[in-house]
C-alpha cells in the first residue's frame, strides 16, 4: 500500500492472466495440465480445421453435429472432462474440473452454440446421476462417457416447464421393487441419442415430497418415445414420451426430498455454465464486428473514426472484459465451497443471470455498430446475434434468477461474517462438494464477507470511488426505506432492486480479481464507468416504479450519479480496442 493509502498494482497470481479475449490463434493455457491443455487445443484445432464454411453450412442446414461428436468420441473429450475422480477407474485425467470445464464451455461458445447445447445438456445430465447412491448407475455412466455417449436431463414438462413440484410423470409400483414409469417431458435436449436420461417423476402411491423419483432411461428402449425436435435448430430439444417404461431399482437415482435437491442441485452446476458460453460468443462478435468496421469507410471516413462508434466498442469491450473477471473469480468461489461456504449460491445465479444479460447488451452494442452486416449469411455476428438471446433463457429466466439473487441481499449487505481469503483456484482438482451440496434451504441465513474494504482499496480509481457511493446507498436504502409488505410481493419493483443489489457484488468480484491479475487501472476506471451509468439507470427506473414511496423516490435521485470523465484515459482505452481488429478470423 502506497503512503496515501491506495493500492500499489499487483503482480499477477499463480494462474490468473489480466482480461483480455480469447483468441484461439494465441490460445495457449500454460497454468492447466497437460492433458486438460490437450483437449482443449485438440478442440479449438477441430473447429479451425473444419473452417468458417462448414460451421455457417451445417447452421443454416440444421444438420445434426455427428463429425463434432465423433470428435468428442475420438479424442475422449466428454470421458476426461465430465467423469469425476471417484469413478475415473484410476485415470489420473479424469476429474470434474470446474476450471477447464468453463474454459471449455468458452471455446465451444465461441465457436456456436449448438456444440455448446449439446455439453451443456449431458453434464444437467450427468448431476442426478453423480449425486447418486447408485453404484451401478454411476459405473454404466463412466462406461457410456468412454464410448463417446452423450446424456439428457428430464425435468421440464411442456405444461408445467420447470415447475417440478407439478410434474406429471407418474412412476406406478410393479410389487417387485421398480415401477412402470408413464408420462411425457419437453424441452429435453440430447433427447434422440442420450445414452441416459435422468428424469424426474413422481409416485402414484404416495403424496407430497416424499412420493419425489429420478430415475435413468435409455433413449432408445421400444418403451421411450421420442415425439418432436422442437426447434428448428442444429441441436435436438425433444419432446418424448414415456409409455409403460419399466423402471428397475438399478434405475433408480434419488427417491423423495433427496431427489428434488438432486434436481436443484444439478441446476446450480449446469447454470454457471451459461456465462462462460455468453462469453464465447461475445469474443467472436467482437472480432468480427472491430475487423468490419476498422476496414469500412463511409463518406470518406474510416468507420471507427466516428465518436459515437469508438465509443459503442469501448462500452462493449469493457462489459465483455467485466464478464470474464466475475467470471473467472466466480470459478474460485465455487471450487472453495463447502459446507461452510455456500457463498457461491449467490455468485452462481449471478453469472447465469448478469453474466448472459450482458452478454446480449454487448452483441446489441455492436449489431449497433456493424448495422446491416450482422445479417449477413457467411458472418458468424448472424449466429452470435440469434444464439446470444437464448442464455438468459435456460435453466431458469432472468426473473427466476433474479428472485433467488434477492434472497441473499439481507446477507450481503448485514449479517457479515470473517472468511479466510478465497484464492485463485487454477490447479487441477476434483470438486466432489458440487455433488454434495446438501439441502437447498436456509439461502436468506449464509453470511458474507463485508463488501466495502476491497471497493476502498481501490478508491484511487475515479469511477470505482463514485460507484461505491452508489453501491454504499444500496445500504442505506434497505436501512431507512425498506420495501414494505406490498412491495415485498411487488416483484416488479423487486426486480429492478434486485439489479441494483448485483451490480454491487458483481463489482466486488471484478474487483477482487482485479487485485489478483494486477489489471491496468485505466481498463478498471473504464469498466466502473458503465457501472455507475448502468446504477443511475436502475435508480431511476425505481424512482418511477407505481409502488415506490416518497422517500424512495428521493433517495433514487439522490443516487444519479455521472461518472467521472477522462479523454485520456477514453483514447488509451479506444486504442486497446482498435488494436484489436484484425487479430483472428476463422479459417474458411
Request: include cysteine; charged fraction near 25%.
Amino acid at each position: 500500500m502506497r503512503d496515501d493509502g491506495s493500492v500499489e498494482p499487483t503482480e499477477a497470481a499463480p494462474g490468473t492472466t489480466p482480461a483480455e479475449l480469447f483468441n484461439p490463434s494465441t490460445y495457449d493455457p500454460a497454468d492447466l495440465d497437460e492433458e486438460s491443455r490437450r483437449v482443449l487445443l485438440a478442440t479449438i484445432e477441430f473447429f479451425e480445421e473444419r473452417g468458417k464454411r462448414a460451421l455457417k453450412r451445417d447452421d443454416h442446414e440444421r444438420s445434426w453435429y455427428a463429425d463434432f461428436l465423433d470428435f468428442v468420441k475420438r479424442e475422449r473429450v466428454f470421458a476426461t472432462l465430465l467423469t469425476p475422480a471417484a469413478e475415473a477407474g484410476g485415470d489420473p485425467d479424469k476429474r470434474w474440473d470446474t476450471t477447464r470445464i468453463c474454459a471449455f464451455n468458452e471455446i465451444t461458445g465461441f465457436y456456436g452454440l449448438a456444440y455448446w447445447y449439446t455439453w451443456q445438456v449431458s453434464i444437467l445430465g450427468l448431476g442426478p446421476i453423480w449425486q447418486s447412491d447408485n453404484a451401478e448407475a454411476r459405473g454404466r455412466a463412466a462406461r457410456l462417457l468412454d464410448e463417446g455417449a452423450i446424456f439428457a436431463f428430464g425435468l421440464s414438462e411442456r405444461e408445467h416447464g420447470a415447475d417440478i413440484y407439478s410434474t406429471d410423470m407418474l412412476l406406478t409400483p410393479d410389487g417387485d421393487g421398480g415401477f412402470s414409469a408413464s408420462g411425457g417431458k419437453y424441452y429435453i435436449g440430447n433427447g434422440n441419442l442420450a445414452g441416459m436420461v435422468s428424469v424426474f417423476g413422481r409416485r402414484t402411491d404416495i403424496d407430497g415430497p416424499d412420493g419425489y423419483v429420478f430415475f435413468a432411461a435409455d433413449s432408445q428402449h421400444p418403451d421411450y418415445e421420442l415425439v418432436q425436435n422442437i426447434v428448428n435448430a442444429q441441436m435436438y430439444v425433444s419432446e418424448f414420451k414415456l409409455n409403460a417404461y419399466p423402471v428397475t431399482a438399478e434405475d433408480v437415482l434419488h427417491t423423495g426430498p433427496a431427489a428434488f435437491e438432486a434436481a436443484l442441485n444439478t441446476i446450480n452446476v449446469g447454470k454457471f455454465n451459461l456465462g462462460f458460453a455468453s462469453i464465447g460468443i461475445c469474443e467472436h462478435a467482437f472480432y468480427e464486428a472491430i475487423t468490419h468496421a476498422d476496414a469500412r469507410l463511409l463518406y470518406s471516413k474510416r468507420v471507427t473514426d466516428f465518436p459515437h462508434v469508438r465509443r459503442g466498442f469501448v462500452d462493449a469491450h469493457s462489459r465483455l472484459l467485466a464478464m470474464k473477471l466475475f467470471s473467472e473469480r466466480a470459478i474460485d468461489y465455487l471450487r472453495s465451497a463447502g459446507p461452510d461456504d455456500r457463498r457461491y449460491l449467490l455468485y452462481n445465479p449471478i453469472t447465469k443471470m448478469k453474466v448472459t444479460t450482458e452478454g446480449e447488451r454487448v452483441v446489441d452494442e455492436l449489431w449497433d455498430i456493424v448495422a446491416a452486416k450482422g445479417f449477413e449469411k457467411d458472418g458468424y455476428f448472424e449466429m452470435a446475434a440469434r444464439d446470444i438471446r437464448g442464455l438468459p433463457k435456460l435453466e431458469g429466466t432472468v426473473h427466476v434468477n433474479m428472485g433467488l439473487v434477492l434472497k441473499f441481499m439481507p446477507g450481503f449487505f448485514f449479517n457479515h461474517a470473517a472468511y479466510d481469503d478465497v484464492p485463485t483456484r487454477r490447479e487441477a482438482g476434483d470438486d466432489e462438494f458440487l455433488f454434495n451440496q446438501g439441502s437447498t434451504r436456509g439461502l436468506s441465513k449464509i453470511p458474507f464477507q463485508d463488501w466495502r474494504p476491497v471497493y476502498e482499496r481501490f478508491a484511487e480509481v475515479p469511477n470505482v470511488a463514485r460507484f461505491s457511493e452508489q453501491a454504499d446507498g444500496v445500504r442505506t436504502l434497505l436501512e431507512a426505506a425498506p420495501p414494505g409488505e406490498d412491495q415485498q410481493r411487488d416483484l416488479d419493483f423487486l426486480l429492478t432492486l434486485g439489479e441494483l443489489f448485483t451490480l454491487v457484488a458483481y463489482g466486488q468480484l471484478i474487483l477482487e480479481q482485479a487485485e489478483l491479475t494486477g489489471l491496468d487501472r485505466d481498463v478498471l476506471d473504464q469498466i466502473f464507468d458503465t457501472f455507475v451509468r448502468d446504477f443511475s439507470a436502475y435508480a431511476t427506473a425505481l424512482h418511477g416504479k407505481a409502488s415506490s414511496t416518497d422517500a424512495q423516490q428521493a433517495w433514487a435521485l439522490e443516487h444519479v450519479r455521472k461518472p467521472v470523465v477522462d479523454p485520456g484515459r477514453f483514447e488509451r482505452s479506444w486504442s486497446r480496442v482498435s488494436g484489436l481488429a484484425g487479430a483472428y478470423e476463422m479459417r474458411p
